[in-house]
């Protein structure tokens, strides 16, 4: 059984920082991008951060929104971890993080996914 489990998420003060996990597991996705991407109250889910690859060599892209705050790793182990370290939070980060994998490794668009994790909750105060 494919399971993404997000965990990490909370309730923080603007400045703070967090990091996010995601524990990919029931195949293996060494070879999948995967991608953080959150949704706020009323909005559609966004794009955030990818690592993904272009032929073997894997990268990563972010929101212009989150350049320079945010980073994303990832671990291919037994099983495929990834994290999001955010920084230098704003009120403006406050959403559900979903992490995200695509059979299509080059790829970092939501319509692309294979598969969802459920979601952490990152409430950012002021």
């Known amino acids: 059984q494919v399971q993404l489990v997000e965990s990490g998420g909370g309730l923080v003060q603007a400045g703070d920082s967090l990091r996010l996990s995601c524990a990919a597991s029931g195949r293996t996705f060494s070879s999948y991008a995967m991608g953080w991407f959150r949704q706020a109250p009323g909005k559609e889910r966004e794009f955030v951060a990818t690592v993904r690859w272009s032929g073997n060599v894997g990268y990563a892209d972010y929101a212009d929104s989150v350049k320079g705050r945010f980073t994303m790793s990832r671990e291919n182990t037994q099983n495929t971890i990834v994290y999001l370290q955010m920084n230098s939070l704003k009120p403006e980060d406050t959403a559900v993080y979903y992490c995200?994998?695509?059979?299509?490794?080059?790829?970092?668009?939501?319509?692309?996914?294979?598969?969802w994790g459920k979601g952490t909750l990152v409430t950012v105060s002021s």
């Open positions: 995200g994998a695509s059979a299509r490794g080059g790829s970092w668009l939501k319509v692309d996914m294979d598969y």
